[in-house]
């Protein structure tokens, strides 16, 4: 059974920092993309960045451009999220998610990823 799990949420300071954390378990995701996304109270869920595989490409939503990091350690089997100057906008539930299959990056802005986590929240405070 495929299992995604995020942690390192919190709540933080404008202009703080946080680092979330994603491990994958049940597969090896070394050949998919990874991708990050979040909902913020009361929006719809929405693309903030994804890695392809190999970590070969990085796509961002504008939003989070110049801010935010992603990576990920395929021996481990984790994705991470580097947050920096972080925003009340910020605010929200960060899901990571999964690709089984080799979608281009336009689907997986849209958020069709096979795999997802439960989420855990960011709360930033202005």
């Known amino acids: 059974q495929v299992q995604l799990v995020e942690s390192g949420g919190g709540l933080v300071q404008a202009g703080g920092s946080l680092r979330l954390s994603c491990a994958a378990s049940?597969?090896?995701?070394?050949?998919?993309?990874m991708g990050w996304f979040r909902q913020a109270p009361g929006k719809e869920r929405a693309f903030v960045a994804a890695?392809?595989?190999?970590?070969?490409?990085?796509v961002y939503a504008d939003s989070v451009k110049d801010r935010f990091t992603i990576s990920r350690d395929d021996a481990k089997n984790m994705v991470y999220l580097q947050m920096s100057s972080l925003k009340p906008e910020d605010t929200g539930v960060y899901y990571c998610?999964?690709?089984?299959?080799?979608?281009?990056?336009?689907?997986?802005?849209?958020?069709?990823?096979?795999?997802w986590g439960k989420g855990t929240l960011v709360t930033v405070s202005s």
């Open positions: 890695i392809m595989m190999n970590g070969a490409n990085t």
């Open positions: 049940g597969r090896t995701f070394s050949s998919s993309a």
């Open positions: 998610a999964g690709a089984k299959f080799p979608y281009r990056i336009e689907p997986i802005k849209e958020g069709v990823m096979d795999y």
